[in-house]
């Protein structure tokens, strides 16, 4: 089986760059949206870019956590793991950079420049619309990819066999059972974890800025693959499970 | 040996070293037997060893079992089944660990992050 997650990442780590080129091209999606009570006064506003860009910078940290604890369980490879990490570093220190000018005399000269200043935090780099999701589908597909992989690999079905046969009569049917729901889920995981993978590379901000509707019907389309994916590693994960402890509950060794 | 160099320090005269040498010998005796028959209980140590992987890490676990059944057991009867057992514990409870972490970057996919965090305006 191929290691799909490296080139997953691999195709996904210029996203955070290419939002920044990319936004100061695209109009705002909600640019008119109704004011949230500042009534163009520029402290106000300046505070209120400041809080956006916390919300983001602690979201990318929460983030960057996850990411770590999925790469110690050995779930996402290191490559993948920087690659991914550099892409939260760079919106990071995009997101840092931007907030400094909203103090400088080019944003708070009046109202409307610095609204102007605060509402690149979201057309330059679209944490909540594409970036977090993205990267949490991404580490969540490369995980799921990992685990099945690391699974084929192991080649259980001999030891499960061997366990079946050194059990006694009466529990072997069961154990049947639980074996061949493992084989099947584990093999249904690997395809539609390929299948999650192979969705993954359209949902960069270019197209969730040119055509958000068709971005959203993707995305949908991409979460109810991943789910169908998570949900046969749970269920080649939970069978395996069920046939252990049918035979430790039951095997003559015990 | 380690009693008889401990009878050496002790010091307490020539019978006492005659005791201990004679002690100290059918010690060296068993230690040697022990070594002879026990070749097989030190591999199978070592492959149970093997089984102790950092998490993630399953490939390792899945050679070697014959040996240290044979040697836990010293006569190499029922060879497969504690290795087996172990072996299918060890790789269930790695399964287990792995999938929290899984379970935790899905429910960050699922976030409605743009609810959540609406683009309006100051």
């Known amino acids: 089986m191929k290691s799909f997650g490296t080139t997953l990442v691999a195709r996904l780590g210029g996203i955070a760059l290419a939002t920044m080129f990319a936004a100061g091209l695209i109009a705002p999606t909600v640019a008119s949206a109704a004011p949230a009570g500042c009534n163009d006064n520029i402290q106000c506003i300046t505070q209120f870019g400041q809080a956006r860009v916390s919300e983001r910078l602690t979201a990318l940290n929460t983030l960057n956590g996850k990411l770590t604890t999925l790469s110690n369980h050995g779930l996402l490879p290191g490559s993948d793991l920087q690659t991914l990490q550099g892409n939260i570093q760079t919106n990071e220190s995009g997101l840092n950079s931007l907030a400094a000018t909203f103090t400088t005399s080019d944003c708070n000269a009046t109202a409307a420049a610095e609204k102007a200043c605060v509402v690149k935090v979201y057309t330059q780099f679209r944490i909540f619309a594409v970036a977090i999701p993205v990267d949490y589908a991404t580490a969540t597909v490369d995980g799921i990819s990992s685990e099945c992989q690391k699974l084929t690999n192991l080649n259980l079905d001999p030891m499960m066999t061997a366990a079946i046969n050194a059990s006694p009569a009466n529990i072997q049917s069961q154990l049947k059972q639980f074996q061949a729901t493992y084989d099947q889920s584990l093999a249904a995981c690997a395809t539609d974890a390929n299948n999650a993978t192979a969705q993954l590379s359209y949902f960069t901000p270019a197209n969730f800025d040119n055509n958000k509707s068709t971005y959203q019907t993707n995305w949908t389309q991409f979460i109810a693959t991943e789910h169908t994916a998570h949900k046969d590693l749970h269920s080649a994960v939970d069978a395996f499970h069920q046939f252990v402890q049918l035979y430790n509950k039951n095997a003559p060794h015990s | ?122």
């Open chain 2, 1 to 122: 040996m380690s009693a008889y160099h401990d009878d050496q320090n002790q010091g307490t005269g020539q019978r006492a070293r005659r005791i201990t040498g004679v002690l100290g010998a059918l010690a060296l005796v068993a230690t040697l037997a022990l070594a002879g028959c026990g070749g097989n209980a030190h591999k199978g140590t070592q492959n149970g060893g093997a089984t102790q992987q950092p998490s993630g890490a399953y490939g390792s676990n899945g050679s070697g079992s014959a040996n240290g059944t044979t040697g836990a057991n010293g006569s190499g009867a029922s060879s497969s089944s504690g290795n087996t057992s172990t072996q299918l514990n060890n790789a269930d409870q790695q399964m287990q660990n792995a999938l929290p972490s899984i379970d935790d970057t899905q429910n960050g996919t699922d976030t409605n992050w743009s609810n959540q965090y609406p683009e309006t305006q100051p």
